[in-house]
């Protein structure tokens, strides 16, 4: 009988195991479109920032291809213009402008190749504050939690985006530094870093369907137990922005179509495409939505010392242990940028050098992975 | 009156029977008898003999005695003076003499008077007019005599009655009766009704359909009369695993694009989790698609899966799944057929564009109390039935429940284990006879779903249905069912993970319905078909309420919509010629959207956006907001080219009032229905379809080709990135697309023997077209795109060896292409994250389709009389373990794009399940 039991058991787990996720890769598409990628929005009181692009390959990892040397203006329903300049290639800004809300505001632009776009007249949506943000200690991780309110219940449509920051260090600690043939005193601390990340997923919420104009805890960031942005210090900043309906939709559909897709009651991916037109060519497709706005901002910290102690930080480093370099082969292994020297190694109770020892570079110098400039708001 | 005096004679008969004695000789008479009237010469025999005489006066009207005695025995004259006439005579010990028309009374009981079997005998011996009881034939030797000699019209009567399974009372549909010279036949119906005109004389009536025996009765046929034939169950039905009920249906029937199956075919087939599946089988048909496994959302030849009536004995379902469509929800135990009309659809259909599943129960078992039942790895299921009045009324009520959640709690998968799922259905049956003409039915029909997921998510949707048919006979050529149907589906979605943000969403739709139904067998050459229907629609479109103190949820509810739907049909089935039968019909379909409505009013023009509402018209109650009309055109031709081969084509038009709005791949059961409005347009359909029926050997080996080409107007599309659920103004998210598919349907079935099954070939192709509108309203520019549905290659196979008796194998092969996609062309930037550019709708295919599913069927004994019956199935799914994708998609995972496939049933799946009957 107990043969059977577990007979029948093992028969179950092996009939309950029926859905399975694959790689898919098509064959790759021959020749993918370029079409025009136009991202940013109008920024009521400060500098606007545009960028122009052009779409690639799905397969293609490459840096995005950019679209230099474009003309572009603001411009208001009352025909009044303001310039943006090239500052790199495809990005362009406008001088600090304070913009009238009441009007509604359009990007003009002009590719190199002499085409033309516009896209649609919007109303400008400024933001309300974020009222706080919060976090608290749950199974899953750490949790941040977003709460923001318009007393005057006409924002309703929200997005956010925001800029982590985390103090890390690098595995191992470097006092040493081979220049030019000679072995000195690092003068450059390469062990206390800063990472910084972008958000990646799109991060909206509307309050359309309540009754009062609150969006009281957003679930806006989930850090995980072990995530080594939490190991010294963690901030983010967060940037609300206002939206329209129509805008809240775009982004809403960007979301969908790229981010919940596949699940068994998802709906399927459409062409989405934006507010921007193409004048010269009313089919060319061109991909962006303007939005126009202010953004507020709030900026919070966490110290790992605020965190209860049974978190398990990986260091995200899966470094060998230290190797040491006898004396002779030092030329030879430090002129490498691959290496670094940690310490001087010495010979048992004696003050006599024997060799260093030494680490890759990609564990020791910690700029690999952020910057070791503090951050000045870094607390 | 007759029916009295011949009882009383009767009653009369057995005393006298039991209390005769003596014997005296028999008396003489004389005279010339002419031109008499039989009373007339009754009355001078009477006063020549000490005999009396019994007759009944309306069997002798117009019978002349003309004879001539000269002191001759009183028998002779009599036999001398009927001899001209069908008039016979008996004579008993008490001086008593009866005369019945042409079959002499039995002036002593037969000794086996009192067996059962025996009266039915006695009665079918008698003189039978039209109006009398229908004679019970179980006799295959005997010779039965139907109606008066002479008394039929033109020399033609039409016999009819039911078809009826010995063993359980219960009516066999679909079996045919049929006499060979001349080569008249016809099926029966959903009650076992059956009707054949046919000249007067003698001839051997067949009786053949699946799970019974064949069955002969000799038939002496004089006039219109009524006869119920009594068939065996073909107890070892491992032999009959056919798909058709009759074996020259295909050829000789009328019907084109039907496909029938019976319950112990669909049994064979394997399917996941060893769950019996009618839907599952369905798909296995040719021009039967679905999105992919795990979807029971059919899509029969390219039409859309809302476009299909599903009807439970007469109630419409509208979520015929559980589980999201892994499992159908109809408990296989208490179904006796399936038919699924794909072209040349009925009159006394309609509602639907693409196809009518007609699912109907077993009527319970009228002799004695039996049932039968399953134990499965997902579900165990309990069927009861038995008579209340035996012979005259039974029961049927079946039960399936499932217990998943068990397994759930096994997965490592911590949201799957903290996830819950859970279903059952009930089916309950009764059917009451209460005389020979009126025969009551009443079904209802419950099935509950609920499924939570970790996520604090937990949907439920229910169907309830029921339906009361009252059946009544008019006479032997008209027959009517007047039907009352009621329907209820609806779902919740509660989510619950903030306090702040709990809610609950409610969908419903009501439908409630009266038709009348009438059979009408003018004469062998026209049987007509016609009828009224009425339903009243009621939706619920959505409803958002807040749930718990905390919720800051504003209860957010679309305006109710009503509708009624009414329908006016008949049709003739004309045979022109014995081998060219014609089905002429016409439905007439009528619609209006009622009141109370508030109704947006858009800027002429300009496409419909919330920017152009220039006003809102308020509708009163029962005031009709947009009224919609027309006809239906049935129209199908059938002619037989030789005796194993027919050429049939039809042309049928279909109006459809209600659409489903689904903005996902598969059907979900967050879909919800929209009736038809002021700018929601009926979808109209058309089909025209060909097809050439052949059969091989005897009928063994049926093949047949059919080619159809389809057009859809006014079928709903969604412009990019509709939103469907609590949208107050719908209409400017949706558009009226067109669609047309087109297809040929190669089919080969061998119904009997050691290896039996089908195998399909299907190509067809599905598009839609949405030019309708302004550039952004527009679908691929307006350019025709492949449907959902558009899977050109389909080949399926079901076969199933048997090596014993008690033991057979069955296979199952699905090829198919894959179906569209929208597929990621490019990729760009926006706030340094990649984002995906799509393809034009459906302009890309998942990989191909390919699945074997193999099963063992192992019966137990086959003596006819033990106590329980019992069977296992052992059955793997997906033999080979292909991973079939069900679903594509692509996501942004760390500023990279990559692509996934979904697979359901990724490997073999091992089932095992135990049935019994007793």
Partial sequence: MPRLHAYLLGLLLWLTLPGCVDPFEPDVISSPPSYLVVSGFINLSGPTTIRLSRTQGVANTAAPAVEAKATVTIRDEAGTSYTLTEQTPGTYTSAALSLNPARKYQVRLRTAAGRDYASALVTPKPAPPIDKITWAVENRGVQLYLSTHDASNVTRYYRWTYTETWEFHSAYRSGLQYVNGRMEPRTEDIFQCWGTAGSITIELNSTARLNQDVVANYPLILLPPSSVKLRFKYSVLVRQYAQTPEEYAYWEQLKSNTESVGGLF????????????????????????????????????????????????????NCAAPDTVPLPSVPAVFSSPAVLPLYTVYAPMSNTIVGYSSASTECTDCRRRGTNVRPDFWQ | MNYIYRFTLLIGLSILGFGSYGQTPEPVVSGSFQ???????????????????????????????????????????????????????????EHNVFITPRQAVPTELPTDYFRPGAVAAARAAENTPAASPPVRAANVARL??????????AGKATLAGHVREAKSGEPVPGASVYVEAPAVGVSTDQFGYYALTLPAGRYTLNIRGIGIKNTRRQVQLHADGKLDVEVEEDITNLKEVVIEAEKDKNVAGMQMGLEKLDIKSIRQVPTAFGETDILRVVLTLPGVKSIGEGSTGLSVRGGATDQNLILFNDA???????????????????????????????????????????????????????????????????????????????????????????????????????????????????????????????????????????????????NRSGSLKWKHIFGNKLYGVLTGTYTNYEYQIASEGNAVTSSELTFGIRQLGAQADFSYFHNAKHTLDFGASTLRYRVQPGKL????????????????????????????????????AVVLGLRYSFYQALGPREVNQYLAGAPRTPSTITDTLRYGAGTSLATYHGPEYRASVKYAVSDNSSVKASYNRTRQYISQLSNTTSLSPTDTWKLSDAYVRPQVGDQVALGYYRNFRHNTIETSVEAYYKRMRDFVDYKSGAKLLLNHHLETDLINAQGKAYGVEFSIRKATGKINGWLNYTYSRSWVRANAGSAAEQINRGEYYPSNFDKPHDVTLAGNYRFSRRFSTSLNFNYSTGRPITLPLARYYVDDVARVFYSDRNAYRVPDYYRVDFAMNIEGGHQAKKLAHSSWTVAIYNLT????????????????????QLSIFGQPIPTVTYNFKF
Wanted: glycine share 8%; with cysteine; net charge neutral.
């Fill in chain 1, 266 to 317: 998802d709906p399927v991916p459409t062409q989405l495409t934006g507010n921007v037109q193409c004048l010269t060519d009313a089919s060319e497709p061109v991909i962006g939505y303007v939005g126009a706005g202010s953004v507020t901002e709030k900026r919070i910290f966490i110290a790992s010392t605020e965190l209860p102690l049974t978190q398990r930080y990986e260091t995200g480093y």
């Fill in chain 2, 35 to 93: 031109g008499l009237s039989l009373e007339q010469f009754v009355r001078q025999l009477e006063a020549q003999t000490p005999y009396r005489f019994f007759f009944d006066s309306a069997a002798v009207v117009g019978v002349q005695i003309t004879a001539q005695a000269q002191a001759q025995p009183l028998s002779l004259v009599l036999q001398q003076a009927l001899a001209a006439s069908e008039l016979r005579f008996a004579i008993d010990e």
């Fill in chain 2, 144 to 153: 039965y005599e139907i109606g008066r000699p002479g008394a039929a019209t």
């Fill in chain 2, 316 to 462: 419409t379902v509208y979520n015929p799944s559980h589980l999201f469509g892994f499992f159908s929800a109809f408990n296989p135990d208490v179904l006796k057929t399936v038919e699924l009309y794909k072209s040349g659809i009925p009159a006394r259909f309609g509602g639907r564009l693409s196809s009518v599943l007609d699912i109907a129960t077993r009527d319970g078992n009228k002799k004695k109390l039996s049932g039968s039942g399953g134990i499965g790895a997902l579900t165990s299921r309990l069927t009861l039935e038995g008579p209340i009045i035996k012979d005259k009324s039974s029961f049927l009520i079946g039960a399936r429940a499932s217990y998943s959640d068990w397994l759930l709690r096994l997965l490592s998968n911590q949201e799957l284990r903290q996830s819950s799922a859970g279903f059952y259905d009930l089916s309950a049956h009764l059917s009451h006879e209460l005389n020979d003409k009126n025969t009551l039915y009443a079904t209802g029909y419950l099935s509950q779903d609920r499924f939570r997921l970790a996520s604090d998510t937990s949907y439920a949707y229910q």
């Fill in chain 2, 545 to 580: 309420v807040p749930r718990g103190g905390e919720s800051l949820v504003a209860t957010d509810e679309l305006a109710r919509e009503q509708a009624q739907e009414s329908a006016l049909y008949v049709s003739d089935k004309i045979e022109v010629t014995p081998r060219l």
């Fill in chain 2, 881 to 900: 373990g292909r991973r079939n994708p069900y679903s594509v998609y692509f996501r942004s995972q760390g500023g990279q794009i990559k692509g996934y």
